[in-house]
C-alpha cells in the first residue's frame, strides 16, 4: 500500500511539473490578425448584379462568385441610426467601430455628442498594430468613424488633424478634403501630420523609400498630392494610383506578422458609384474591393488559425435590382449593352443621370433610389471567431464579436 501512495505522489510532482511547462495563455477569443472590409453602400443586391455579370462573361446564367461569398459564414446586418430609419456612412461607421447607435452626421460620439471608444483604439491599447485604408480620402465618413470623434463628419480638416494622435501605424486613402481647412487658410494639413511625427507618402515610391524606417505611415494617392481629392475620383480611366489591394500589400508588409493587427479596408467607391446608379461602375468598384479581399484570403490560408476576415457594408445605395419595369419578364438582362457603353465612353461620368437610367432600364437592371436606403447588408466571414456573423446581427453588435466579447 506505501508503495502504491508514493507512485501516487511521484505522478502527481511529474504531471504538476508538465503541466506547469505546457501552460499556455488562455485564449480569450480574439483573432491575432483582424481584417474588417467594409464595401460602402454595398447591399447584397449589388453582390448579385457583380455575380450576374461575371456569370455572363463565363458564358453562364450563374453561379460565378466573388472571393467573399465563398466564405462559411453569412448574416445579415440591420442598420439604421439612433434617429433615422435610414443611417448615413457616419453614423454606420461609428456604430460598426463603437459599438453604439448615434444620430446621422455623428462620427466617434454618442447620439448626445460624448467621444465613445472605438475597436481600434482599443485593439491598439492591447497591443495591436493598426492599418485603416479606402479608395476615398481618409478623412471621409467611413475611415473617420475608426479614428476620430466629432459631431460633424464634414468637419475633414479637424478630422485629419486627428490622425497623429491616434498613434496607429498605417494610414491609406486617396487624399484629404479640406486639405488646406474649408476656407483655404490653414496649414496643409500633410505638412500639419508630418509635424506631428508621421510620414505623409504619395504614391507608391514614396512610400517603399519610407518605410524601412518611419514607425507611423500615411500613403495617399499620386492624384491626390497636397491638394483636394476629385470628389468622384472612380471614373475608369487609367491612372498612376494603385488599386486597393495594392494599398493592402502595402499595410501587410508593413504592419508584417510578428506581432496581432486590426485592418479596416473600405471600398468606398461603391456607394459613389451606386448613389449615380451607373451599374458597370458598382461592378468595377466591387471587383477591385473583392482584389483586396482575395489578398486577404491569402494571408488568412498562411495563418488560418490565427486570422478573421469580416465583409460587411455600412449601409445599402440605390437599391438595385436584377429585374426592372412592372411586369414578369423572361427576358435575360443584357449585360452586352451596359458593357459596351462602358467601353466606348471610357469613364464613368459621360452620361447623363437619365441617359445612364435609360440605358438600365434596356438592360433589365432596375434602381430604385439615388440615395441610402434601409435594407439589411449582408456580413461575410471566415476564420477564428466566424460563427458568430451567422444569422441575423445589428451593426452595433459587430465590435463585440469581433472582440470575443
Not at 433589365?364 to 444569422?391: C, D, M, N, Q, R
Request: proline fraction near 3%; aromatic fraction near 10%; glycine fraction near 10%.
Amino acid at each position: 500500500m506505501k508503495k502504491i501512495f508514493c507512485m501516487i505522489a511521484m505522478a502527481a510532482t511529474v504531471l504538476t511539473a508538465f503541466t506547469g511547462c505546457t501552460e499556455t495563455k488562455k485564449d480569450d477569443g480574439k483573432a491575432k490578425y483582424i481584417f474588417l472590409f467594409i464595401g460602402d453602400g454595398m447591399g447584397a443586391s449589388h453582390v448579385a448584379v457583380t455575380e450576374s455579370y461575371l456569370s455572363y462573361k463565363a458564358g453562364k446564367l450563374g453561379g460565378e462568385q466573388l472571393s467573399f461569398t465563398k466564405f462559411p459564414y453569412y448574416g445579415n446586418c440591420t442598420t439604421h441610426s439612433a434617429n433615422r430609419m435610414i443611417t448615413c456612412s457616419s453614423a454606420a461607421a461609428t456604430a460598426i467601430a463603437c459599438g453604439i447607435k448615434t444620430n446621422n452626421e455623428n462620427i466617434g460620439v454618442d447620439a448626445e455628442g460624448n467621444p465613445v471608444s472605438n475597436i481600434a483604439e482599443e485593439l491598439h491599447e492591447m497591443g495591436y498594430k493598426v492599418g485603416i485604408m479606402t479608395t476615398v480620402p481618409i478623412n471621409h465618413a467611413t475611415p473617420a468613424g475608426f479614428y476620430a470623434h466629432n459631431n460633424s463628419r464634414y468637419g475633414y480638416y479637424d478630422i485629419s488633424c486627428t490622425i497623429p494622435e491616434t498613434g496607429f501605424e498605417f494610414f491609406g486613402g486617396s487624399g484629404f478634403y479640406n486639405y488646406r481647412g474649408s476656407e483655404g487658410d490653414k496649414e496643409p494639413v500633410d505638412a500639419y501630420i508630418e509635424s506631428k511625427g508621421y510620414e505623409v507618402c504619395y504614391g507608391p515610391e514614396e512610400f517603399k523609400a519610407a518605410a524601412d524606417t518611419a514607425e507611423h505611415v500615411v500613403f495617399i494617392q499620386e492624384s491626390g498630392r497636397e491638394t483636394d481629392p476629385e470628389y468622384y475620383v472612380s471614373n475608369g480611366m487609367e491612372t498612376e494610383d494603385v488599386r486597393l489591394a495594392e494599398m493592402l500589400g502595402m499595410s501587410l508588409d508593413f504592419l508584417g506578422d510578428a506581432e496581432p493587427f486590426f485592418i479596416m479596408c473600405e471600398g468606398g467607391n461603391i456607394d459613389w458609384s451606386a448613389h449615380a446608379n451607373k451599374t458597370m461602375a458598382v461592378i468595377d468598384d466591387i471587383l477591385e474591393f473583392d482584389e483586396a479581399i482575395a489578398k486577404a484570403v491569402g494571408f488568412y490560408n498562411a495563418h488560418p488559425d490565427e486570422t478573421l476576415i469580416i465583409v460587411t457594408a455600412d449601409h445599402e445605395t440605390g437599391g438595385v435590382s436584377i429585374g426592372e419595369g412592372k411586369e414578369w419578364r423572361t427576358e435575360l438582362v443584357d449585360w452586352k449593352l451596359l458593357e459596351d457603353h462602358w467601353i466606348a465612353s471610357g469613364e464613368k461620368n459621360v452620361l447623363s443621370y437619365e441617359e445612364n437610367m435609360e440605358m438600365n432600364r434596356k438592360a433589365l437592371i432596375g434602381w430604385t433610389s439615388s440615395h441610402h436606403t434601409g435594407g439589411p447588408v449582408p456580413v461575410y466571414a471566415i476564420g477564428k471567431g466566424a460563427e458568430k456573423f451567422s444569422g441575423r446581427i445589428d451593426n452595433a453588435e459587430i465590435k463585440g464579436k469581433i472582440l470575443g466579447e
